[in-house]
């Protein structure tokens, strides 16, 4: 069995690295260099602090590959756990983070739901009398998307896969001479490249490349931006990235007192080119992102100093879920994380070889992440996004 990956993001390397371990023989192509797409821009969250059994499921069995990674890939990816904690304003937000958190419990998750009072003793910084709700977990976290990319592209290229970069796909070729339409491999600027599976882990880029394949999958690139900041006073390290749902604003203590600001704030949110958005933070955006986390810690004064930053895309599904399924016969989908594929790339990445090998996937039940759901209108969407 032969398989082309179109992708080199962590996605796409997983899953390469995965199908490689079950014995196919894999070809990733990348337009550019492994991770120059949205990996290397990623926050690296690691969370199980989701609204949707899914997204649970997959943090679940993702947390397992973070957990020994550096015993498994031979690569320490800095996996800091200082939990997440989610904040709500608003009374119908908090009543559905008690709703997330029972959910979570039931599915062997050690979150809890706390009164803003009791949150502050994770994030001393907290004003409490804005919020009326909270939600914790402590073993959620981040880890360095570089270094994890690093120790999947290389278990991959050790293991046996032929990873092409610079090497674009043109389209995808499909047989439908037997009245369904099945994948047999592609085209790319270095000429054609048969196989019996084409794995579309293509990010931001993942409709252009289904549409080649005559599909046409709700994945959307959106703009979203960091900056790091030196605040007014350190976010000492053991703060929990903290988010306030209700508004979008967010931050994460980074080393030596230094914290990862972000959120997105509402108004125009239009689609963005993938070849051709403006990847520099916006000044204007971080100074209104500092000022509002501002508005509820103490930790962001007029003082703060935004040191940089910088903007990569979302690949955006209209649930916030991604699309995990064979579309077409021979066409594997593992894209539209909305923000999510760093921290469930190990997950899907195993999902995927399952699919190709047994047919079906076992590790998680993808089913809710087939795209039937938005013609059904069957959707159930993820709450917890920042």
């Known amino acids: 069995m032969k398989t082309v990956v179109v992708g080199g993001g962590i996605v796409g390397m997983a899953s390469a690295y995965y199908l490689a371990e079950r014995g196919v023989e894999v070809v990733v192509c990348e337009k550019s260099t492994v991770g120059a797409g949205s990996t290397e821009r990623s926050a690296g969250g690691i969370r199980t602090q989701f609204s949707t059994p899914v997204n649970v499921e997959l943090s679940k069995a993702s947390i397992e590959v973070w957990e020994s990674f550096e015993a498994e890939f031979g690569v320490d990816v800095e996996y800091r756990r200082p939990g997440y904690l989610f904040l709500a304003r608003e009374a119908v937000t908090a009543e559905q983070f008690e709703a997330n958190v029972a959910m979570q419990n039931d599915l062997g998750v050690d979150s809890e739901f706390l009164d803003p009072v009791a949150a502050r003793e994770h994030c001393p910084g907290l004003d409490p009398s804005q919020f009326v709700g909270a939600t914790y977990c402590a073993t959620d976290g981040f880890a360095d998307p570089h270094l994890a990319l690093e120790g999947f592209k290389r278990a991959a290229v050790d293991a046996g896969v032929d990873l092409r970069t610079g090497t674009t796909v043109t389209d995808v070729l499909v047989d439908d001479a037997e009245g369904e339409p099945s994948v047999t491999g592609v085209e790319t600027d270095a000429g054609p490249v048969e196989a019996d599976y084409v794995v579309n882990a293509a990010g931001p880029w993942a409709r252009r490349v289904s549409r080649m394949a005559g599909v046409d999958l709700p994945i959307a690139p959106k703009r979203r931006q960091i900056a790091v900041v030196n605040p007014s006073n350190p976010v000492p390290e053991d703060v929990p990235l903290t988010i306030d749902l209700d508004t979008g604003s967010y931050f994460r203590p980074e080393p030596h007192g230094a914290a990862l600001v972000g959120g997105h704030f509402g108004g125009p949110d239009p689609d963005r080119d993938p070849d051709g958005f403006r990847q520099a933070m916006d000044v204007d955006w971080a100074a209104d992102a500092v000022e509002r986390a501002g508005e509820w810690t103490t930790y962001f004064g007029l003082d703060s100093r935004i ?68 013609e059904s209108g069957d959707l159930a969407d993820e709450a917890n996004v920042a």
């Open 307 to 374: 040191r940089n930053g910088w903007a990569g895309l979302y690949a955006v599904t209209p649930d916030h879920h991604p699309v995990v399924e064979e579309t077409i016969p021979g066409l594997i989908a593992a894209a539209g994380f909305s923000g999510h594929g760093f921290q469930h790339a190990p997950a899907t990445g195993q999902v995927v070889a399952e699919l190709a090998v047994d047919g079906t996937a076992s590790l998680v039940d993808v089913s809710p992440l087939s795209s039937e759901r938005f």
